[in-house]
């Protein structure tokens, strides 16, 4: 069993699950004028419904998380905000997965607030139905055990994450190469990447100063 319950998504499935989305949407009998994409896990997910539901306005908000002084856990605010007049509009709002709702929840306050539209509701590829403190109006599947979804457009991303973890709790190795790294990250993740992703993922850590090339290794 990996450590961490983890998915390794394709980019047929992304569009698989998009053009269910869109489906459920066209059967609602309700049809956006606007999309609105959650920055940045939702820019790929909305730009191709606005594709698949021929919607012709996209326009984005960034939601980031940084760590609260009161507690160890993230908190979420608009990084860039979304200032338009949206009160002759049905916007919807797309993200990639509803995991705690944080993000969902301040975009729609934030949206409600600056923008006014006439109608908002929102649609994410998963929805974990046991953690998120809402429900998506749409969305493609519900998840019912919390899973880490390793979507394609953050892949390079997830595994420097994923290396560093390995690499800060594996003290007794010293040096690193790409079977190693490949091997651990099964055994953590139980996924398996793409060679190329692992070498960017350590020449990035390298030149962040977090490991140091020798002879052909990466040192911790
Ligand atoms: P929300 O649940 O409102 O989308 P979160 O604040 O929980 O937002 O997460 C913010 C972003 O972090 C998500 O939009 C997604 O890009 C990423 N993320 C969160 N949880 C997961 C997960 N389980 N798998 C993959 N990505 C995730």
Known sequence: MPKVNTKK????????????????????????????AI????????????????????????ITHW????????EAGVKHPLQCDLS??????????????DSIIIAKDHIWTYCRPKEL???TLQWISK????????????????????YPWTRLEDIVGFIRKIIE??????????DIISKKIIEYYGVEFDKWYYEK????????????????KYIR
């Open 88 to 101: 002759i509009k049905k916007a919807l709002i797309v993200d990639d997965i509803a995991d705690t709702g």
């Open 131 to 150: 953690v998120s403190k809402v429900k998506p109006d749409y969305y493609a599947e519900e998840v019912k055990e919390w899973i880490w979804y390793q």
């Open 9 to 36: 998504v394709t980019w047929e499935e992304v569009e698989n699950w998009c053009k269910k989305l869109s489906e459920i949407i066209l059967e609602s009998k309700w049809m956006p004028d606007i999309i609105i």
């Open 201 to 216: 993922a350590l020449n990035y850590l390298t030149e962040k100063g977090f490991l140091k090339r020798e002879e052909g």
């Open 39 to 62: 920055s940045r896990g939702g820019y790929v997910p909305a730009r191709l419904i606005c594709d698949l539901l021929v919607v012709g306005e996209l326009v984005s908000i960034q």
């Open 169 to 178: 709790e594996e003290k007794e190795i010293r040096s690193w190469d790409l």
């Open 121 to 123: 509701k929102v649609a």
């Open 67 to 74: 760590p609260s002084a009161a507690q160890m856990a993230k």
